[in-house]
């Protein structure tokens, strides 16, 4: 199970998407308002994505594929895990077209995240129901590995920050890279560079 935003990538790719609309500067006043405590998480979210109506996958795919913002070694990472044929899972609260251009770009195996609500190609908005929250990005990572029969034992995870806390209790094997918020509590190890994460993977696998 991987995080995405501060562990695959390195910016908010939210905010990039909406420089489609060229509404990037007024979702990263929003992103900040929520950090600084002035409104609630969920409904942030729902503007951003709001910003986007009439957005296609097709115009968010050639956004990112000027610039994807990866972190470094991710595309080793994600390398790895398939030369392994090792199932990967980005889950994130971050909207379904924006992972699939990074399920495209990294060949994940399966993606979770927020469901606009999409019409024809074209975004129309979302609704707080459809957003993959913390609890909610978990468990739709969590019915993945269910119905594929994987345990817990068998499961690694990477992520970054408190949202991420509930995947890297569950996981068999779990690091926390650059963490805030106190999450490296949860995790077996702690890193800065995804290139570390090989090396562990290769090392508890072996």
Not at 5 to 21: A, E, H, K, Q, W
Not at 59 to 79: F, G, S
Not at 134 to 155: C, P, V, Y
Not at 179 to 200: C, Q, R, T
């Amino acid at each position: 199970m991987l995080d995405f935003d501060g562990t695959l990538v390195s910016r908010d790719i939210l905010d990039v998407v909406c420089g489609i609309v060229g509404k990037e500067a007024e979702s990263d006043q929003l992103n900040r308002e929520f950090h600084a405590g002035q409104r609630s998480g969920v409904q942030v979210l729902v503007d951003r994505i709001n910003f986007l109506k009439g957005v296609t996958q097709a115009q968010i795919d050639a956004k990112l594929q000027e610039e994807p913002y990866l972190m470094p070694h991710a595309r080793e990472l994600m390398a790895y895990l398939n030369e392994q044929g090792i199932v990967s899972i980005l889950n994130s609260g971050n909207i379904v077209p924006v992972l699939r251009s990074y399920q495209k770009i990294l060949g994940i195996t399966h993606i979770v995240g927020s469901e606009p609500i999409i019409e024809g190609s074209a975004i129309q908005g979302i609704t707080e129901d459809r957003c993959a929250g913390s609890i909610a990005k978990f468990e739709g990572a969590k019915r993945i590995l269910d119905s594929l029969g994987i345990a817990a034992s068998e499961t690694a995870a990477i992520g970054d920050s408190p949202a991420d806390r509930p995947a890297l209790e569950f996981a068999g094997l779990s690091i926390a890279i650059n963490p805030k918020g106190g999450v490296e509590s949860a995790a077996d190890y702690v890193i800065s560079d995804l290139a570390e994460a090989v090396g562990i993977l290769q090392k508890e696998g072996s």
